[in-house]
């Protein structure tokens, strides 16, 4: 089997890549048995996606890495013959930056899908498996979402990813193609771009510095960490039901000050790092998925537990700094 994996360089589809390719003929912390023939990488290579993501696997023979925009026509059709299987991730993902800038989130979410679907098409590709978020459902008081609630992006960003989702299953409905759509809760672990709040506070309390607190800290989010958000993506693929949505959460709710205290304690910081700021517009009060489907139908579980994933993700930060410092010193995107 053969995978074309977009976004393979950024924070969860280099997990993925590194999971792939990690275990050869087996399992390892529940990873379905995958022995891939090939995964290619295809990456633009903004700012947040990074080739140091793939130096765990670079020497893997099976590994090929391909700079490329997927909205870039020429290119997709160039790559996507020969793959059994494509695993969607390339996107942009920051909600803060699609305020400012709502137009590369539109093409690059939207055209770029669209773009990818066309190729799958022409080429007659096995399964397409479209990663999304639970951002697309909005923001809900209490409860939690299922597969079939109604989307209600807020953001230019979540607005993008409803457009993609709603395009890969029409070509399921319209063209019969074996389309998968994932939707996660937010993730976590290492290689994750510190624009993100956990490596930025992580990375700036490691520092010596500040960290940022967005209104009155009561934003609530679900915390999945990216190992297992990947085991959910590659039951999905080798399992799932052509045209469904499943979701992929880590079943622990936090407010963000209660994120913001597990991070100083693991810190060893104060809470006088913390640095009140007015609350992002239109920022979603909580997220909430319901997980039962999958694990009902392809018996899924989240297996790390959040504090353990917190700890470990700590380390890693402290354990590398020469991954994330020229990051952080680089200019602005």
């Known amino acids: 089997m053969r995978f074309l994996v977009t976004g393979g360089a950024g924070f969860i589809g280099s997990e993925f890549v590194r999971m792939l390719l990690g275990v050869p003929g087996g399992t390892a912390s529940g990873v379905p048995a995958v022995d891939p023939a090939g995964v290619t990488v295809l990456d633009k290579l903004t700012y947040s996606g990074n080739l140091a993501n793939l130096d765990p696997v670079r020497d893997d023979p099976r590994l090929r890495f391909v700079h490329g925009d997927i909205c870039d026509p020429t290119v997709v059709d160039e790559v996507v013959p020969g793959h059994d299987v494509i695993v969607h991730f390339a996107a942009e993902s920051h909600v803060d930056r699609s305020i400012v800038g709502p137009a590369p989130f539109v093409t690059t979410n939207v055209l770029g899908t669209q773009t990818l679907l066309d190729a799958a098409l022409r080429h007659g590709t096995g399964r397409f498996v479209h990663i999304s978020t639970d951002e697309v459902y909005g923001s809900i008081d209490e409860g939690s979402w299922t597969e079939t609630w109604p989307l209600a992006p807020t953001s230019p960003y979540s607005a993008s990813k409803a457009g993609s989702d709603l395009l890969a299953l029409a070509y399921h409905r319209t063209h019969g193609m074996d389309v998968v759509v994932t939707r996660c809760s937010n993730n976590y672990g290492p290689y994750q771009f510190p624009e993100k709040v956990i490596p930025l506070f992580v990375t700036n309390l490691l520092d010596g510095g500040t960290v940022p607190l967005y209104g009155d800290g009561g934003n609530i989010r679900d915390w999945l960490h990216v190992h297992d958000h990947c085991r959910g993506i590659a039951l999905v693929a080798q399992k799932g039901r052509g045209g469904e949505v499943y979701h992929i959460g880590g079943g622990t709710e936090l407010t963000n000050t209660e994120l913001t205290g597990l991070l100083l304690d693991a810190c060893g910081a104060d809470w006088d790092r913390v640095v009140p700021v007015a609350d992002r517009k239109g920022h979603d009060r909580r997220y909430s998925l319901d997980i039962t489907k999958i ?39």
Do not use: F, H, M
Request: cysteine-free.
């Open 295 to 333: 694990k009902q139908e392809l018996g899924y579980a989240p297996s790390i537990d959040l504090a353990d994933g917190l700890a470990q993700t700590v380390q890693w930060y402290r354990e590398n700094r020469a991954w994330w410092e020229p990051l952080k010193a680089a200019p602005a995107a």
